[in-house]
């Protein structure tokens, strides 16, 4: 079965910089996407960032320019790097992984930015 371990996280100032890491276990294949999304209390999860094992990225146009999602290719570990953060970026944000068949959710690691 398909786990998805998510680290990093936490509580920054506005400008500040967070990295996030999820890694997914028990596939003997490639996951297909790799990414993340996040939601915040009262709204809808959205999509932040994701790639593909081929590399090719697609980002929310809130955070372009300022997050940077990577990952190794053939590998099933994407880290996210959050910077200038500001507190419209905080929330609870979820590692997603798809295979050609199905979708894998982590459980989630909290963002706060906050002065």
């Known amino acids: 079965q398909v786990q998805l371990a998510e680290s990093g996280g936490g509580s920054v100032q506005p400008g500040g910089s967070l990295r996030l890491s999820c890694t997914a276990s028990?596939?003997?294949?490639?996951?297909?996407?790799m990414g993340w999304h996040r939601q915040a209390p009262g709204k809808q999860r959205e999509l932040v960032a994701m790639?593909?094992?081929?590399?090719?990225?697609n980002y929310a146009d809130s955070v372009k320019g300022r997050f940077e999602i990577s990952r190794e290719n053939g590998q099933n570990t994407v880290e996210l790097r959050l910077n200038n953060l500001k507190p419209e970026d905080s929330g609870v944000y979820f590692c997603?992984?798809?295979?050609?068949?199905?979708?894998?959710w982590g459980k989630g690691t909290l963002v706060t930015v906050s002065s």
């Open positions: 028990g596939s003997s294949s490639t996951m297909v996407t």
């Open positions: 790639i593909t094992n081929g590399g090719w990225s």
């Open positions: 997603k992984a798809a295979s050609f068949a199905e979708n894998y």
